[in-house]
């Protein structure tokens, strides 16, 4: 794979990404395409130009790590890990099928590149503190990535990972939360209520970056700014919009959890590949 | 007799186990000093990871912990590591297989004194219907060092129930094999099985039985999971009738996996002791609360004696 990629070469393959994710997600006949579109960008920045991995040897021992806390936007990281090489892109059509690798969310045994099953809600930050910490105790400096979603942070676990990870100076940590304002029953603010999201991780003592989460060149900066903190663990706070790049998705809580049709899946390609 | 808490053992192994394998990591949840985790901690400060008191936590960083090809042992109230964190103990360490003994203490009525909230009698059932976990519960001080040591040496979840209280130390002429039921005494008219504290309960039973004229087999099943069907086959075909008893609901726990593995292979009349679908409360001393649940070995001879009138009139 070709990596340090342009933000024009990133917006490029970001097309083909999404693509891919609405194929799957219509073939399954189920998946959940709004939140894989609000993050894709992330993976992309993530997985070309910032992170240590090699997609021919999975258990490379000096990889840093990613982990997807918000596991129902498993078809995004399954089209960014197809695109690097972890496995064959015509297992994309599979997934949600039975004996797939692909499963509904992450799962760890079945999939090359996962590094832990997901899906339930609120574990992966905490998940992700864990494993720096075996790294900074074995004073390695293996860099862990998590994503999360804004409501997933309704969840009481995110916030005893969010005191635990400063508390043990994890400055190899940064956490993306996706914020894309909305979750299935609604907008965050309406379901239950989140602002000041950023004053409330800097009051937990984080390191906080708030950027646009569909800009390139702004979430390549922050991901080389978090790496400037030596003390404290870093969140970026990536302003996103559900469906991101598909006109009748965009901002549409019903796209959290619902397959496009086959006609809408055609218009999605058409603008797209436009 | 000598008594030992199990809970003793634990510490003790810790910190010896700590000197000669230096990926073990033990994760608490703000209870060091009562789950004696505090015994390693003071030995290998930078090894011992305090979560404070968040259950969820201490699982999910200790999956992290092991993921980074850590060997960890994570502690609690057992109430609270299995109830309060069956997700992430479902969902994450067991189902990604991850290095994780759970040791979680004060299980059963043996939190006397704190009253129902502290007391867990459903953690057996509740980790035992979780896929990859493997459930042990040994039955004194003595077992609890060789369940570690073999657990040590053993890939994947486990989950290891231990008491709070001093309990006596058994006589045994068996090395310790994980997922072997141990047959302590062989008879003809009825079969004891037991767990944890109650073996040796059991075998005070047994001897009281006797007395009567009474013959009995008791078993300690340490391992509930992965369970010896085959011994407790044979055993059924021995005597015919067969009582649990466990300190734990008598629902999910041993009752219900001897009955599960049993019923199968050679149904018999399978007779429970332990609590009745209730939950616990405070008493100022362990015996008395035992005894309030029938859980003495006076208890468990009359209990054994009325089953098998029951069945063998």
Excluded at chain 1, 61 to 90: M, N, Q, T, W
């Amino acid at each position: 794979m070709k990596r340090n990629l342009s933000p024009v070469e990133l917006s490029k393959l970001s097309k083909k990404l999404r693509c891919d994710i609405l194929c799957m997600i219509c073939e399954a006949g189920s998946g959940h395409p709004g939140g894989s579109l609000s993050a894709i960008d992330i993976l992309l920045v993530l997985y070309y130009n910032i992170m240590k991995h090699d997609p021919q040897n999975p258990a490379w021992i000096e990889r840093d790590r990613f982990i997807l806390s918000k596991g129902h936007a498993a078809p995004a990281l399954y089209s960014v890990l197809a695109e690097c090489g972890y496995f064959d892109k015509s297992h994309l059509s599979t997934l949600r099928n039975i004996g797939s690798i692909l499963q509904g969310h992450p799962d760890k045994k079945l999939t090359p590149g996962v590094e832990v099953s997901s899906g339930s809600l609120g574990n992966g930050l905490s998940i992700a503190s864990g494993l720096t910490l075996s790294f900074k105790l074995d004073k390695k400096e293996n860099h862990v990535f998590c994503l999360i979603g804004d409501g997933e942070c309704d969840e009481g676990l995110i916030w005893e990972a969010a005191m635990f990870a400063p508390h043990y100076r994890l400055n190899n940590l940064t956490a993306i939360l996706d914020r894309n304002g909305l979750q299935i029953d609604g907008k965050t603010e309406a379901v239950m209520g989140l602002e000041p999201l950023a004053d409330k991780w800097r009051a937990f003592n984080w390191n906080v970056i708030e950027v646009n989460g569909h800009d390139y060149s702004a979430l390549l900066k922050a991901f080389e700014d978090s790496k400037k903190n030596t003390t404290k663990p870093t969140i970026i706070i990536a302003s996103t919009i559900k469906g991101r790049g598909v006109s009748y998705m965009e901002g549409i809580k019903e796209f959290h959890g619902k397959p496009p049709s086959k006609i809408e899946l055609e218009q999605a390609l058409k603008e797209l590949e436009a | 007799m000598s008594m030992k808490a199990t809970r003793d053992a634990y510490g003790d192994w810790l910190k010896e186990a700590g000197k000669l394998n230096k990926d073990i990591v033990v994760v608490d949840a703000d209870l060091s000093e009562s789950t004696k985790t505090n015994v390693f901690a003071k030995e290998f400060p930078d090894r011992f990871i305090d979560v404070g008191s968040a259950e969820q936590n201490l699982i999910d960083i200790s999956a992290g912990l092991a993921l980074g090809g850590k060997k960890v042992f994570a502690s609690s109230f057992a109430i609270f590591e299995t109830g309060r964190a069956w997700d992430q103990i479902r969902n994450v360490v067991s189902h990604d297989e991850l290095n994780v003994t759970l040791v979680a203490t004060h299980a059963g009525l043996s939190c006397a004194a704190d009253g129902a909230s502290h007391q867990a009698l459903e953690d057996i059932a509740l980790m035992r219907v979780i896929p990859n976990m493997k459930v042990i519960v040994p039955c004194d001080a003595d077992e609890t060092k060789n369940a570690l040591d073999a657990l040590l040496n053993t890939q994947g979840p486990a989950y290891m129930r231990l008491r709070r209280e001093k309990e006596p130390l058994i006589e045994k002429k068996y090395n310790f094999k994980l997922g072997k039921a141990e047959t302590l005494r062989e008879g003809s008219d009825i079969t004891i099985i037991a767990t944890g504290m109650m073996v040796s309960y059991s075998l005070k039973a047994a001897d009281i039985l006797k007395e009567k004229g009474i013959s009995s087999s008791v078993l300690n099943v340490h391992t509930i999971k992965p369970l010896d069907s085959n011994t407790l086959c044979k055993t059924a075909k021995n005597t015919g009738i067969i009582v649990t008893v466990e300190e734990h609901s008598i629902f999910g726990g041993l009752g219900g996996a001897v009955s599960e593995a049993v019923s199968e292979t050679y149904p018999v009349p399978i007779f429970k002791i332990g609590v009745n679908d209730t939950f616990g409360q405070s008493a100022r001393s362990f015996e008395p609360l035992l005894k309030a649940y029938g859980l003495t070995p006076d208890q468990i001879a009359e209990t054994s004696e009325k089953y098998i009138k029951k069945i063998k009139r």
